[in-house]
């Protein structure tokens, strides 16, 4: 005979989390049901089911959205209000770049509600990325609505944003300023704080730091009975000339050097999105020894880079101007096994000689790297390195094979990180870390040297000879083991450091160590020259600035250290050392070659 029966079930459960930082919510459910069936084994039901559950929430206690695609956030430049936080785009690419203001792009649809009441003009709204990486909501980066096209048959807008970093660029410095001595960061802090606040309509409310860099900016040229000070300066503005803001940020992180880098997050209660611009002396970013780059990995494709014309470039001069007088510096860097290729480059941005130096050593160096891989595809969740771990600016390590090279475990600089969503792909743009060159840039204050090699310490780089002879020698050294050594034979002989640029009638120091053994001379045999050229590096002078009449041993000794004045005609200048046809036997070593400009 049929039977029905009626039961009440009731269950409680706690959800696990796949990761903690990605937990689940606790959950609980319940429902009663009243079973009705022809049999004990057969039978319908009804029932009522009840459940409630708590949102994910992330590692920093912030709830985390349902899914984990990007987020595009728009908020008025003026009034800061947030406008729309989950705009629908397509074709969503974007870039976060090191010293430089980010990329983004997307098309977006009028129809879509999303936009509804928003009209995208230039400069009126920020654009904000924000997506979950490593179990926290993170702004990626933030743009400013620049210029954009709409599609004339469908309406499409194809908007692009540029970084807040950027914002500077175009704009006039309109300040009279002259400071003697001042920190490298302070041109930077002074050129945002006169952009937000001399301007009411130029706040965007972004904050730069740290203020101060522990590194100070001189004149261009010091006095202390050596050197002629002609530029009293470390910076000179001046409204008259509408300096372009940008440009010179940028000319001094080059020059100093220092990278900085766009910083933005939420505010402590999600109604605004803090903008910040980081500075780091002489660089930012961290050496990340613990995450793999590693080709068929998590590396999907990587672009070599490869010499091109362009690339191989053994000698470099630049050029650059400050009102009254023009500034150059040459490097050469010889490779023995190819021939001499000489790149000229001018700046107006360059205004010392020590600022043409660094930055001629810079565009030399970037020029003679290591093989390495300029661009390469990864996946963005692989383990090797999940996004999220590193960032623009740090150093990584690439490993894999590269054809005509072989086995390569480079390490590479992020110079870029770009996504392209529509595409599903992640790029990174690289440089080999020797393409960087973070040496400080000289202010001379009467004691530093030009010279590169000027100890000989391990080889003779840097130093030309007019014939042959000329020899390392590292049993031999002035303060430290390492000097160039000749044997005297009654004919001339010359060694020559590269020439420096120089300022009209500067006034320079010169010298260098030098010792004998068994010397036989018959007058000034031992020199160092001061050997002027003009601006084709055609010699023009040759000026004496030490002699002796060495005979039998002599031991180390100061050869010159007397001031020189720049002839005219003369725009350059390099340290010769000379052992005349007088000296016709013994053994000559010098070190420790001084030449301060």
């Given at each position: 005979m049929p039977s029905t029966a009626s039961a009440t079930y009731s269950f409680t459960g706690a959800a696990t989390g796949v990761r903690p930082a990605a937990g689940h919510g606790a959950a609980t459910y319940g429902w009663t049901a009243a079973a009705v069936g022809a049999s004990p084994k057969t039978g319908t039901a009804s029932g009522r089911?009840?459940?409630?559950?708590?949102?994910?929430?992330?590692?920093?206690?912030?709830?985390?959205?349902?899914?984990?695609?990007?987020?595009?956030?728009?908020q008025e430049t003026r009034s800061g209000e947030i406008i729309a936080r989950d705009v629908i785009v397509k074709n969503l690419v974007v870039q976060r770049a090191?010293?430089?203001?980010?990329?983004?792009?997307?098309?977006?649809?009028?129809?879509?509600?999303?936009?509804?009441?928003?009209?995208?003009?230039?400069?009126?709204?920020?654009?904000?990325l924000e997506k979950v990486m490593l179990g926290k909501r993170r702004i990626w980066c933030?743009?400013?609505?620049?210029?954009?096209?709409?599609?004339?048959?469908?309406?499409?807008?194809?908007?692009?944003?540029?970084?807040?970093?950027?914002?500077?660029?175009?704009?006039p410095w309109l300040e009279d300023l002259n400071w003697v001595a001042n920190d490298a960061y302070e041109p930077v802090v002074e050129i945002w704080r006169h952009l937000q606040e001399d301007f009411p309509n130029g706040n965007l409310n972004v904050e730069v730091y740290p203020k101060t860099s522990g590194v100070e900016m001189l004149p261009g040229y010091g006095f202390d009975g050596d050197l002629l000070n002609l530029n009293f300066f470390a910076t000179f503005v001046?409204?008259?000339d509408k300096l372009d803001c940008g440009d010179y940020i940028d000319a001094l992180a080059r020059d100093i050097p220092f990278d900085y880098l766009e910083q933005s997050e939420w505010n402590i209660d999600r109604t605004d999105i803090v903008k910040k611009i980081q500075l780091g002396y002489p660089r930012l970013g961290l050496i990340q020894e613990t995450l793999a780059f590693v080709l068929n990995e998590n590396?999907?494709?990587?672009?070599?880079?490869?010499?091109?014309?362009?690339?191989?470039?053994?000698?470099?001069?630049?050029?650059?101007?400050?009102?009254?007088?023009?500034?150059?510096?040459?490097?050469?860097?010889?490779?023995?096994n190819r021939l001499r290729r000489y790149l000229d480059e001018a700046t107006a941005n360059i205004d010392s000689n020590e600022r043409a130096a660094a930055w001629a050593h810079r565009r030399l160096a970037r020029r003679q790297t290591?093989?390495?891989?300029?661009?390469?595809?990864?996946?963005?969740?692989?383990?090797?390195?999940?996004?999220?771990?590193?960032d623009v600016g740090d150093t990584i390590i690439v490993s894999?094979?590269?054809?005509?090279?072989?086995?390569?475990?480079?390490?590479?600089?992020?110079?870029?990180?770009?996504?392209?969503?529509?595409?599903?792909?992640?790029?990174?743009?690289?440089?080999?870390?020797?393409?960087?060159?973070?040496?400080?840039?000289?202010?001379?204050?009467?004691?530093?040297?030009?010279?590169?090699?000027?100890?000989?310490?391990?080889?003779?780089?840097?130093?030309?000879?007019?014939?042959?002879?000329?020899?390392?020698?590292?049993?031999?050294?002035?303060?430290?083991?390492?000097?160039?050594t000749i044997t005297a034979d009654g004919t001339n002989h010359d060694l020559l450091t590269q020439p420096y640029g120089l300022s009209d009638f500067q006034i320079f120091p010169m010298k260098v160590s030098v010792k004998c053994s068994g010397a036989v001379s018959s007058g000034d045999s031992l020199s160092v020259v001061a050997q002027f050229y003009d601006d084709a590096l055609v010699p023009t002078q040759a000026v004496l600035?030490?002699?002796?009449?060495?005979?039998?041993?002599?031991?180390?000794?100061?050869?010159?250290?007397g001031s020189v004045l720049t002839p005219v005609g003369s725009t350059h200048v390099a340290l010769r050392l000379h052992v005349d046809s007088a000296m016709t036997a013994g053994q000559v070593w010098f070190d420790d070659a001084e030449l301060t400009l």
């Open positions: 089911y009840n459940w409630t559950g708590l949102r994910i929430v992330g590692d920093d206690g912030v709830y985390l959205p349902p899914d984990n695609r990007w987020r595009v956030i728009v090191l010293s430089a203001g980010c990329d983004i792009a997307f098309d977006v649809d009028f129809h879509d509600p999303s936009v509804a009441g928003i009209y995208f003009k230039p400069w009126q709204q920020y654009i904000h933030t743009g400013i609505v620049q210029p954009s096209d709409v599609d004339p048959n469908s309406g499409v807008l194809h908007l692009k944003a540029k970084g807040f970093a950027a914002y500077p660029k175009g704009l001046r409204a008259v590396v999907l494709a990587a672009k070599p880079h490869t010499e091109t014309e362009t690339d191989w470039i053994s000698d470099i001069g630049v050029t650059g101007w400050f009102p009254g007088f023009e500034y150059s510096s040459t490097l050469a860097n010889a490779d023995p290591p093989a390495y891989w300029e661009q390469i595809t990864i996946d963005p969740n692989h383990p090797n390195a999940p996004m999220g771990t590193f894999g094979f590269m054809p005509w090279v072989g086995h390569i475990r480079q390490y590479h600089k992020i110079i870029a990180i770009q996504f392209d969503v529509g595409k599903n792909t992640c790029q990174l743009q690289l440089m080999a870390e020797g393409a960087f060159n973070y040496d400080q840039i000289y202010y001379p204050d009467g004691s530093s040297n030009i010279i590169t090699n000027h100890a000989f310490d391990n080889n003779l780089s840097g130093w030309t000879a007019t014939g042959p002879g000329w020899a390392w020698d590292g049993s031999q050294g002035h303060d430290a083991l390492g000097s160039v600035v030490g002699a002796i009449n060495p005979s039998g041993t002599v031991p180390w000794r100061k050869l010159g250290g």
